[in-house]
């Protein structure tokens, strides 16, 4: 049967591995590797396998749909572009982390690092008069950096994925609206990918005094960031620090210093870009005027990663129900024909009532599929052996909580809905 | 509202052009601009606009589909390859396509032409052993092409979508049978978008002795083949054809001559790529042997840019409903306030009905509102006026055949089911 709610292991393109790989130092690219969610092909070059593809369009489906609820409307640009787009800017020069190539006739080409100069021309197509403002465009495209260093796994690469979402404004008060809006929009995103997230301010770099980063603590961060001890709403990256910070959430004076990794950020990026190529509006009175800008990244591959350095313990990963896989990891142990056919049952009725389901129908030692199963750490996991069977049961057990019980076989559907 | 289904012209990121656009020769790019689906960023590169980036999406799902169907898993490779894979089969050199670019310490890197020196490594991680053959391994990714020409809009990019699939088999009988089953996968893609093609042998390349392409017969495209006049099942591309030659589905000798666009192709690589990355595999008595591949592509821009070429007339696009951006194009007509309201609640009945409906719900002429609607090429449209709401109706008119219908108002919901 072809299933799109399941798959059956024996036919799955994953093998896991014991050890961890010798060119890893990360956790999550050590257990993504190890779990055979994805194969390095360079140094933050990687390719996503079933498993961790799965992953990643979870994410990027959650990003997607609070993108439109803030009335973003999805487009995809290009990877190459032209260097006259970037010389527009001056950033063919400043932005050193951009992959430069040479194509027919010699014609320069960058690789898009971000794409600013290319969806301010875009933005110019669709947008004439005040009419068409406010407006939010967003896309999830491939990015690539030249990074010097790329040890991180998912966390830093050379290419990634990068949803990135411009927004167009008539003035200043509408863009500051649409970035609290945005904002929220971001915490929903990553609260649905089960990341706890603090607000920090942070370098606007060249386009303003300040921006905003989304940070998760962990020890796999980057970045040294101070979270506020009395709110915990508000965090200070520590490029931006000063004496004696205070919160402007709370007027706290208290602060706790904490490794993080940044999963998002936000910019107000004013005239910057409507500027230098001329993106303008009709006003109602027929003046015309600058449009103003604003952009907003997530890196869905990089979410990816900062969620296994979260989630994991000694035996593997351990996802979120949103963004895990699959929901269910159907396991049938030993050679039993009525095992076998109890979990064929199940795993058909399972996935014919949308229920996401890995089904191990391996003939392998119970240790070795338990193993397995920990390490690729999917939230439930439904076992089915003569014991289990001699109850007309099957033993559940929530990969977060080390919990497991006893569940009719007749339950189980309704149960994992 | 916000609604998955459903959006107003008046909030749509879409300016459509009266005249075409002054770079651009090929029919399907003129149209596809003007219409505001796509925006050139460069010659052979293609931003997507929201009403673009649908049918893109459409294409590409109709293509999981059915790669699906055939056992295809998805997996996504990355797009920058470093060079020493592209060595190992002697490619570095020999495809004088690839855009190759330096990274970090001078390292070289070519940008992803084809995929086959990338899977074949991800695939020794996965395939130990007979139990896990046969495999079938597809991802939808962008490619990048170094083209001389690229002129053709959507049928030739630079820079272009591709759903590229590899099969993997113990032995030749069972890629005999894949590639069969390959073959009438891809007659279900293209016959569900609309294309009528032909199964046209060409040259293996460095691989085999024949290869397969599927033509959709069009004045636009660069390749020229000779259908079997007798049986018009078989065709034959100019650049392998003998002289007279028999079409071996019927013996018959005649055969016409058709300029063609490829929007496909399938070729047995045999163990052209095992053999240098050693991927082999372990046999049932113990041996090993190498493993033996079919690669199959499609390109859904290039779909895209085939499905405008054939489907068009002098007032613009007819798409397909199965790649349309929306099924119905609503639209509003004059300033009466019982007109606006109807179209609304229309509006929102068809969107919950999950029928994907684009309202133009602008202040603009009727005449102004039919030619773009001409344009953008959507199957079903429906119009509201003070005339048709007189008789509690609305006009439908069928893109694809200039017929007008009165249809009752309560009645419309059903029907566009």
Not at 284 to 299: H, K, R
Not at 366 to 388: M, W
Request: aromatic content about 10%; some cysteine; proline content about 4%.
């Amino acid at each position: 049967m072809k299933n799109s709610n399941g798959v059956k292991q024996s036919q799955l393109a994953n093998k896991t591995l014991r050890e961890a790989p010798k060119d890893e130092e990360s956790v999550n690219a050590i257990l993504l590797t190890r779990a055979g969610f994805i194969d390095k092909l360079g140094a933050g070059i990687y390719s996503f396998l079933p498993l961790g593809l799965r992953v990643l369009r979870k994410i990027e489906n959650i990003i997607r749909q609070e993108m439109a609820a803030i009335g973003g409307q999805e487009i995809l640009m290009p990877a190459m572009h032209p260097k006259e787009y970037w010389e527009k800017t001056g950033r063919w020069e400043s932005l050193d982390v951009m992959f430069k190539l040479k194509g027919m006739g010699d014609k320069d080409y960058g690789l898009g690092s971000t794409h600013e100069e290319i969806v301010t021309p875009v933005a110019k197509k669709v947008i004439l008069s005040y009419k068409d403002l406010p407006m939010a465009l967003f896309q999830i495209q491939t990015k690539f950096r030249n990074e010097a260093r790329a040890k991180s796994g998912l966390l830093r690469g050379r290419e990634f994925s990068m949803k990135d979402l411009y927004s167009f404004h008539a003035d200043q008060k509408d863009l500051d609206q649409y970035y609290e809006q945005a904002t929220e929009a971001y915490f929903k995103v990553f609260t649905r990918c089960g990341l706890k997230t603090y607000l920090t301010a942070a370098s606007g770099g060249s386009f303003s005094k300040y921006s905003h980063e989304f940070q998760v603590v962990s020890p796999a961060g980057e970045d040294t960031i101070f979270i506020c001890s009395n709110c915990e709403n508000f965090a200070i990256n520590k490029e931006i620090k000063v004496e004696n910070p205070k919160c402007p959430q709370c007027g706290g004076m208290g602060f706790e210093e904490a490794k993080a990794i940044e999963v998002g950020n936000i910019f107000k990026l004013g005239t910057r870009f409507s500027e230098p190529f001329e993106l303008k509006f009709k006003k109602e009175d027929g003046q015309e005027d600058l449009v103003i800008m604003g952009c907003y990244g997530i890196g869905p591959s990089r979410v990816m990663g900062a969620i296994v350095e979260i989630n994991n313990d000694d035996k593997g990963i351990i996802w979120p129900e949103s963004v895990a896989p699959y929901k269910v990891h159907l396991l049938a142990l030993g050679d039993d024909k009525k095992v076998k056919k109890t979990a064929d049952e199940l795993y058909e009725k399972l996935a014919e009532a949308n229920i996401e389901v890995l089904y191990d129908d391996r003939s392998l030692p119970a240790g070795a599929k338990f193993a397995e199963a920990d390490l690729i750490g999917i939230p439930y996991r439904l076992v089915i052996s003569e014991k289990t069977l001699a109850k007309d049961s099957v033993e559940l057990k929530k990969r977060y909580k080390e919990e497991t019980e006893l569940i009719k076989i007749d339950k189980i559907v309704e149960m994992m809905k």
